[in-house]
């Protein structure tokens, strides 16, 4: 589950407004001149701000002669071997069909530019709509991740990739433990009894997969963070799939959850949990299934069985990780999203059949 956004009246996802505003990275006049001129992109004509995305991670809207472009820097903390395998892969992705946001080279040919201790990156820039929860966005959602997949299949699996994600069971419940001790030190109510129902949420989720054979499924390359935020769109046509800054080495399987989950969730109109929607959109998520198994890279039968369990983990995952990190929620209160997390984690594992019968028509 990814941070919220909050949504205009036709459904379709705003960029969060994170309420930490005054702590977001910024980029310097001076900064931004000497990084330009590693790149070819012209007469500049414009140069603003885009304040959207990661706030640990400032970009540039660029408009030049040679068209629209995005600069981003990196947020601290990325290695540069990691993130030059991911732009491998993005360029890899993009020959097998996948739209993405093209990496511009630099005068050099490289896409990465390591400078000063920090890591830029150029994108062409690639106009487009939040996903608007529509069943042919989301088959075409699943298209695109079928032939994401397809084009890492037989890759060798580089090593400066991580092994892991919320598949991993032991690792999200070390997550969620240690969110649950940052609640606890804020002195919020309540904390035993949801800690208590997403544990045994990810125990039995751990029993299941066991059962249905997760272990045995290998680690292949994924994008890490596919999901509806990450696409950007025109009317049912998927323009790009973007930010590969998360690859890494799970079974597909697990990605197909992630995506299947993210891509029919309910709309999410304010920035209160207490209303949001449990439900998932069987239309969505029937489509999304189709459009992956359409390009099937792994075989439906034997991965649908997971999939309502694999979506539990990642509920879990992707609420435990910002709050063990930061304390909160992208400025939400943390015991609000854990329990939000724990209802939909509750509706998933009530229509685990239902949800897997879906998956697999």
């Not at 007469?43 to 701000?49: A, G, K, M, Q, Y």
């Not at 472009?69 to 990691?82: N, S, T, V």
């Not at 359409?294 to 694999?310: E, S």
């Not at 724990?342 to 229509?351: M, S, T």
């Amino acid at each position: 589950m990814s941070e919220p956004a909050p949504e205009s009246e036709d459904g379709v996802q705003k960029p969060l407004e994170d309420t930490r505003v005054a702590q977001r990275e910024r980029f310097h006049a001076r900064e931004a001149a000497k990084v330009l001129s590693h790149w070819d992109l012209g007469v500049i004509t414009e140069l603003r701000e885009y304040r959207h995305g990661s706030r640990r991670s400032p970009k540039l809207r660029i408009r030049s002669e040679a068209g629209a472009f995005l600069l981003k820097r990196k947020a601290a903390g990325h290695r540069e071997d990691r993130t030059q395998c991911c732009h491998d892969l993005q360029n890899q992705a993009e020959h097998g069909g996948v739209p993405v946001a093209s990496l511009v080279p630099r005068r050099n040919g490289r896409t990465l530019l390591a400078n000063d201790g920090r890591m830029y990156e150029c994108f062409r820039w690639v106009p487009g709509t939040r996903y608007g929860r529509l069943p042919g966005q989301a088959r075409n959602a699943g298209i695109a991740l079928a032939r994401l997949h397809g084009a890492f299949v037989g890759r060798e699996a580089p090593h400066e990739l991580p092994t892991g994600g919320f598949s991993d069971i032991e690792t999200v419940r070390a997550q969620l433990l240690r969110a649950f001790d940052r609640v606890r030190e804020q002195g919020a109510a309540g904390v035993d009894e949801v800690a208590g129902r997403l544990c045994a949420v990810l125990d039995k989720a751990e029993s299941k997969l066991v059962a249905r054979g997760l272990p045995l499924e290998p680690a292949e390359v994924c994008h890490g963070d596919y999901h509806s935020g990450n696409t950007l769109w025109s009317e049912d046509t998927l323009a790009a799939v973007i930010d590969f800054d998360s690859a890494r080495l799970e079974a597909h399987v697990a990605e197909v959850a992630n995506g299947a989950l993210h891509f029919s969730m309910r709309p999410r109109r304010s920035d209160a949990p207490d209303s949001w929607v449990h439900a998932l959109d069987p239309d969505c998520l029937r489509a999304f299934m189709q459009g992956y198994f359409a390009f099937p890279p792994i075989d439906a039968a034997r991965v649908t069985p997971m999939i309502p369990w694999l979506m539990q983990s990642a509920v879990v995952a992707e609420t435990a990780a910002p709050i063990a990190r930061d304390g909160d929620f992208a400025g939400i209160a943390p015991m609000s999203i854990l329990r939000y997390a724990a209802d939909v984690c509750d509706w998933i594992g009530a229509r685990s059949r239902a949800i897997s019968e879906t998956a697999g028509t």
